[in-house]
């Protein structure tokens, strides 16, 4: 009897639920803030056999009533009281500041921050890097167009001091750095790698931030250093970063926020922009290329206003013997975030 009356009670309390969300829902915020699409129920009804309660599970998760505000309130008591994030992917910081943690494709990005030896590449690895490379830029070169690899640090170490105790750093020199001071040595090629000034400008104006404190990407004012010095590195003059009039357009929501449901409790982070861009830097009539991940979007809006042309497109994509053909630019950058190493070494082995 007490078990029947637990079911029904249950059953009762569950479809109250669903009443009471339905009346309300139009008050109520239905954002989904995770990065990920939510099981639908045409993939649920389309399951084979053996996936089908694996699939009917994951759906009720996602679409039960007052799913967003129970996880929103989840995230923020053990974010306030304990200082845990409930996402494997996100790491809490200090002051506010959240790091990327893991992916399916990120390469261990804490363990790189660290330096931890088993992360770095090995020296026949860093060869056929250095081989394919130098291979990738004399064939654009024959076509009249500049290659540069330009590697974007993460933040981790940019901002170290906000990353939490319980990840030291083991050796001061990571994989990054390794393969950009072999690439370096061992290539031809035009290698950009900007930790240093990028460490070192937000040493000397902590108050003009480069990065997000709630997002993996940097700021426009971080992919400044970044831009000028992959331009640098292709023979193009930029101006200090210092004489840049950087002013605050606006502000966003982090995706380490949104993803670890912390979107109310973090605030926005301001972006910023070059407001004297224009005048600092002279027309060029070449066209500049990019081909990259989510952090050379921030190129592109420079480009548009120094360059007669400029395009942009994702190395998986891109990053063929087509373009060596035909690479419609006279300038190539090839950005890659620190994460992402690994992805793009295996397509310059194609080369």
């Not at 261990?108 to 291979?135: C, H, I, K, M, W």
Request: proline share 5%.
């Amino acid at each position: 009897m007490c078990k029947k009356l637990l079911t029904a009670l249950f059953c009762g309390v569950l479809g109250l639920s669903f009443l009471i969300f339905n009346i309300f829902s139009r008050q109520l915020s239905g954002d989904n803030h995770e990065n990920r699409l939510l099981t639908g129920l045409p993939q649920v009804l389309q399951s084979p056999l053996s996936q089908l309660p694996e699939n009917l599970n994951n759906f009720i998760a996602d679409n039960s009533p007052f799913r967003y505000q129970l996880v929103e309130l989840n995230a923020n008591v053990n974010y306030l009281l304990f200082g845990q994030v409930n996402n494997d992917q996100v790491l809490a910081g200090k002051d506010g500041w959240l790091f990327y943690k893991d992916g399916p494709d990120a390469a261990r990005p804490v363990a790189n921050y660290q330096g931890l030896p088993d992360t770095f590449y090995s020296e026949a690895e860093l060869a056929a890097a250095a081989a394919s490379l130098d291979r990738l830029s004399a064939a654009l070169a024959q076509q009249g167009c500049t290659l540069v690899l330009d590697l974007t640090p993460s933040k981790d170490r940019v901002y170290q001091e906000y990353m939490p105790d319980g990840y030291p750093i083991v050796q001061a020199e990571n994989r990054t750095d390794r393969l950009a001071t072999y690439l370096q040595q061992h290539t031809s090629a035009r290698v950009s790698w900007q930790y240093p000034a990028l460490r070192a400008r937000a040493l000397a104006d902590p108050d003009q931030p480069l990065y997000f404190r709630t997002d993996t990407h940097w700021n426009s004012a971080g992919a400044l250093i970044g831009l000028d010095g992959a331009l640098t590195a292709a023979g193009v003059q930029c101006p200090d970063f210092s004489d840049y009039r950087l002013v605050q357009n606006g502000t966003q929501t982090g995706d380490l926020a949104n993803v670890a449901a912390l979107y109310t409790v973090l605030p926005a982070d301001p972006e910023y922009t070059a407001e004297n861009y224009a005048e600092l830097c002279p027309q060029d009539a070449r066209t500049v290329g990019v081909l990259g991940d989510s952090f050379s979007e921030y190129y592109m809006d420079y480009l548009a206003v120094r360059f007669a042309g400029s395009w942009r497109d994702t190395y998986e994509n891109a990053l063929t013997q087509a373009l060596v053909q035909d690479p419609g630019c006279d300038i190539l950058i090839l950005q890659v975030a620190e994460r992402k190493l690994d992805t793009v070494l295996a397509l310059l082995e194609q080369f």
